[in-house]
C-alpha cells in the first residue's frame, strides 16, 4: 500500500508521464481508489 503510494507521488512528482499523454490524473485517481477500496476492506478508519 504504502510503496503504490509512494510511486503515485514520485511520477507526479517527476513529471514520468509525457505532458501530451495527460495519464497521470487517470492512473492517480485509479490508484487512489483501489487503495481507499483495500483499506475498506480492514476497516481502517476515514480521514
Known amino acids: ?3 503504490n ?3 503515485l507521488a514520485a511520477k ?3 513529471g514520468f508521464d509525457s ?3 495527460h495519464a497521470s490524473l487517470p492512473e492517480a485517481a485509479v490508484t487512489l481508489k483501489a487503495s481507499r477500496d ?3 476492506a480492514f ?3 476515514k480521514l
Open 5 to 7: 503510494l509512494y510511486r
Open 19 to 21: 505532458p501530451a499523454s
Open 43 to 45: 476497516d481502517v478508519p
Open 1 to 3: 500500500m504504502r510503496l
Open 38 to 40: 483495500v483499506l475498506a
Open 12 to 14: 507526479g512528482i517527476s
